[in-house]
Nanobody, 129 residues
């Protein structure tokens, strides 16, 4: 059974930083693309970032580009999300996702993402103004 356990959330002032971690077990981690999603109160869950199994490719939602960095350590079966220059609008529950799919859409002329079936329990990030 695949298990994803997030940690690292908390309360931070605007402009501050947090690093989220997601530990994965029950799966060959090094062969799996991993993603981060978030869900703010009253809103749908949205894509944040994804990293390929090798770590060689990454993709970000536009609002976090240049502020967030996704990385992974395959030796530790862990994926990270470094969040800098945090804004109040980043406040949400952040979820780790395994088997995230990201690919180029010829029709839409952009990269599209689809979450995989495995989710963590989420970690709360609150950014105060």
């Amino acid at each position: 059974q695949v298990q994803l356990v997030e940690s690292g959330g908390g309360l931070v002032q605007a402009g501050g930083s947090l690093r989220l971690s997601c530990a994965v077990s029950g799966r060959t981690f090094s062969s799996v693309d991993m993603g981060w999603y978030r869900q703010a109160p009253g809103k749908e869950r949205e894509f944040v970032a994804v990293i390929s199994w090798s770590g060689g490719s990454t993709y970000y939602e536009d609002s976090v580009k240049g502020r967030f960095t996704i990385s992974r350590d395959n030796a530790k079966n862990t994926v990270y999300l470094q969040m800098n220059s945090l804004k109040p609008e980043d406040t949400a529950i952040y979820y780790c996702n395994a088997d995230t799919i990201f690919s180029w859409s010829r029709e839409l002329f952009k990269i599209t993402t689809t979450p995989g079936d495995y989710w963590g329990q989420g970690t709360q990030v609150t950014v105060s103004s």
